[in-house]
C-alpha cells in the first residue's frame, strides 16, 4: 500500500459520485425539457392565473390527496406509499449523497459529512433516532408496497392493469432491489 492511496481513494470516490449527481440531473434536465416541448405544443394563448387557489386546492386534492388514485382503494393505497415514503426516504437519500461528496474528507483526516456529525446532533439525539427509525419503517412498507403492486399486476384480476406493463414492474423490481439493498447495507454495516 502506497502513501497516496489513503487520500486517493477518498478522493477519487467523491469525484465519482459528484461525476453520477451531475449525469443524473442532466439526463433529468434533458428528459424534463423534452417533456417541456411537447407540452408547449398544446399551449394555447389562454391565461392559468385565474382562479389560484381553486387550482392550488386542486392540485393539492389530486396530487398530495391521491384523490383520483383512491377511486381504486387498493391502488390508491399503495401510491400514497410510495408517494410519501420517498417523500420521507429522501431525507435519507441526501445524507447519502452529502457523505459521498464529503468522503475526501476521509482522506484528509476527517470524516464525511452525516446528519448525525451536524452541530448539535449526535447519534443518540431524539432527531437522529426519529430520521433513522422513519428510514427503517418507510423502507418496509415500500417493499410491502412493491409485493403488493406486483401481486395485484401478476393476479390478471385488475382490468386496468392488462395487459400487463413490462416498464411498470421494471420499476417495481428496481425500487424493490433498491429497498432490500438499504436493509442489507444498513444491517451489516458494509460500508465502503
Request: net charge positive; glycine share 10%; no cysteine.
Amino acid at each position: 500500500s502506497g502513501r497516496g492511496e489513503p487520500v486517493f481513494f477518498p478522493l477519487l470516490y467523491s469525484l465519482v459520485m459528484a461525476l453520477v449527481i451531475v449525469s443524473a440531473f442532466g439526463f433529468m434536465g434533458l428528459a424534463l425539457g423534452r417533456i417541456a416541448r411537447m407540452v408547449a405544443t398544446g399551449i394555447r394563448d389562454e391565461s392559468h392565473t385565474d382562479f389560484v387557489a381553486s387550482r392550488i386546492k386542486m392540485v393539492i386534492q389530486i396530487v398530495f390527496g391521491h384523490q383520483k388514485t383512491l377511486e381504486d382503494k387498493k391502488s390508491g393505497l399503495l401510491h400514497i406509499v410510495f408517494i410519501y415514503g420517498f417523500f420521507i426516504l429522501g431525507i435519507g437519500h441526501m445524507e447519502v449523497v452529502l457523505e459521498g461528496l464529503t468522503y475526501f474528507m476521509k482522506g484528509l483526516g476527517g470524516q464525511p459529512l452525516l446528519y448525525e456529525r451536524l452541530p448539535g446532533m449526535s447519534y443518540d439525539h431524539p432527531i437522529i433516532i426519529a430520521f433513522h427509525l422513519s428510514q427503517d419503517i418507510m423502507a418496509f412498507l415500500i417493499l410491502i408496497a412493491v409485493v403488493g403492486a406486483l401481486a395485484r399486476r401478476w393476479s390478471g384480476r385488475v382490468p386496468r392493469l392488462m395487459p400487463r406493463s413490462p416498464d411498470a414492474e421494471v420499476i417495481l423490481y428496481f425500487i424493490g432491489f433498491l429497498y432490500l439493498t438499504f436493509f442489507w447495507l444498513n444491517g451489516t454495516g458494509l460500508y465502503i
